[in-house]
């Protein structure tokens, strides 16, 4: 993680690929933005609105991709369902677990989750193209909760996970493509089409 400038840097991503930048100088004023931030609200007004000195931009939520804040550090929000954890992972890392996956091998033993802990990589397309790669972690559960740890990942308005370079980074679900995890869930949802997914370097 690299210093900054400011105590808070956001970024707030469009649909169509824009990305307009903000920060805030003052460490009172920016912890003051962080506490008013909720997962269950970010996304849920008509309008995402940035107030700086002089000028106020106004974001159609329904436009919005996702919203980076580069901090540290920052409120410990809640994640949906059981899932405990969910931070960037790098594209390497990625593609080896989905090749892994593919060809049916094992996870090495840093890697395998305890009898407690399920863990899976994933990739989050977005409407407009742009990805996030994420490593997810979820408490152990009954095979009924684990049939619904991933529509409760669905069903959430917004997903938020650890950026690598520092800081959170929350994605509107409403602007969410596809998921792809892997490994899957060990148990897999009563309404899924079971079909094995075709090698194509990983990444659709």
Do not use: K
Request: some cysteine; proline content about 8%; aromatic content about 8%.
């Amino acid at each position: 993680m690299s210093a900054r400038a400011h105590p808070l840097e956001i970024r707030v991503h469009l649909i169509d690929g824009r990305v307009a930048e903000f920060y805030q100088p003052d460490a009172a004023m920016a912890r003051r933005t962080l506490d008013l931030i909720s997962p269950e609200r970010i996304f849920a007004e008509p309008h995402v609105l940035v107030a700086g000195r002089h000028s106020l931009s106004a974001f159609l939520s329904a436009s919005v991709a996702r919203a980076d804040f580069l901090c540290a550090p920052y409120p410990d929000w809640p994640f949906p369902g059981r899932v405990t954890e969910i931070r960037e992972t790098p594209e390497e890392e990625y593609q080896r677990h989905f090749q892994q996956a593919l060809e049916g091998l094992p996870l090495t033993e840093r890697e395998s989750p305890s009898e407690s802990l399920f863990v899976t990589i994933g990739e989050i397309r977005l409407i407009g193209g742009e990805s996030a790669l994420v490593e997810i972690h979820a408490q152990a559960m009954s095979r009924i909760d684990q049939r619904r740890v991933v529509p409760a990942l669905f069903r959430a308005p917004s997903l938020h996970y650890t950026l690598r370079e520092g800081g959170v980074s929350f994605i509107n679900t409403a602007n969410v493509a596809s998921f792809v995890f892997s490994p899957a869930p060990p148990e897999t949802p009563g309404n899924a089409w079971l079909a094995s997914r075709m090698s194509r370097g990983g990444r659709s």
